[in-house]
């Protein structure tokens, strides 16, 4: 995807964060560091110039202070132990993979994101960014945690996600057709976060709402490479709906946290051989096409891995959600209890 030098920048404002507070709601943080780093790293991204977001060597100057702090990248809960270097040569090569969304059907020129095990959101807001900045038009997407959000993220974390304009969404109420269909429907996130974080997007969507949808531009996982069965479940629950699907793997040569048997593909993965471009790509492959993958190609990019797809142009999607029957009354009380309350 070509970097557009003069598209629109986001309304990023730092001077409305206030100091984090250390306990419910604050993520960990007990200084300054929501608006003192996180947020002047997000400006620094939103107006850098092309030749800084496509060189890796001067992203990584300009990703130092933020990739130095302890909620971003340090933490397995924030996005991995891992460095401004590894950080920036991800991103710039994401955004070479990237298609150019203006050139797919059915869209109105966006980038679609999503990011699984989001964490804390401090990483997951920087690729955000970076992505919003280099197609230099609009960003729809979402970050999904296991939690509440305001067990997650800081709330001056989600001043930013708002800013910025992505949503959030719990694990468990997840569905990606159906956030998809959303994102054609409403684009622009629910400004109200945490209210809505429990609730499927079939229940957000008018009722009987039907059309056709673009998928996911870039899905991540924001989460530990150790977790191999969890990274299997987001393949199975992407695979069909992402055209990139990018996870931490470590560094090369043996930090893909591959099974000792998971690299030996069976023949009907024979095919995928020929991708085959690092310790741990053919597992991942094979993984990813039999998850639904169309296709898959693997590329290796700073300790992360980008698996590259191709899932149909536009699929459908028919919203049949049905309100929940409404619970049912309280059983009557005895007549003794109900003489004790008249009294």
Partial sequence: MPCVENGTKLPIECATLGRSTVGFGAAGSNKFSHGQVLCPALVAINFASCATLTSAALMTGLLAPVAKERLC?????????????????????????????????????????????????????????????????????????????????????????????????????FEPLAELALLSHSPVPN???????????????????????????????????????????DFVKLAPFCRTMSFWTGVSGGGERVPRTGGVLSDEDASIKQHQQFPGAAFHLAAFSRAGGVQPTAHRAGNWTIIKSNPPAELHFANDYVDPPPPPPPPPLPPRCRRLMIR
């Fill in 73 to 173: 990248c340090r933490l397995a809960w924030a996005g991995m132990a891992q460095d401004a270097h590894s950080v920036a040569v991800f991103l710039t090569e994401l955004a070479r993979l990237l298609p150019v969304p203006a050139t797919l059907p059915n869209n109105k020129g966006d980038v679609r994101f999503v990011a699984t095990h989001a964490g804390n959101g401090w990483l997951a807001l920087v690729i955000a960014t970076y992505l919003r900045r280099v197609h230099g038009s609009a960003l729809h997407g979402l970050l999904v945690e296991d939690g509440k959000s305001e067990w997650v993220q800081a709330g001056d974390v989600r001043k930013l996600m708002r800013q910025i304009g992505v949503g959030y969404r719990k694990t468990s109420a």
């Fill in 191 to 233: 400004k109200m976060i945490m209210p809505i974080a429990g609730r499927a997007a079939r229940a957000i969507l008018p009722r009987r709402w039907e059309g056709d949808t673009r998928v996911f531009d870039v899905c991540l996982r924001v989460g530990s490479p150790l977790e191999l069965e969890a990274l299997t479940r």
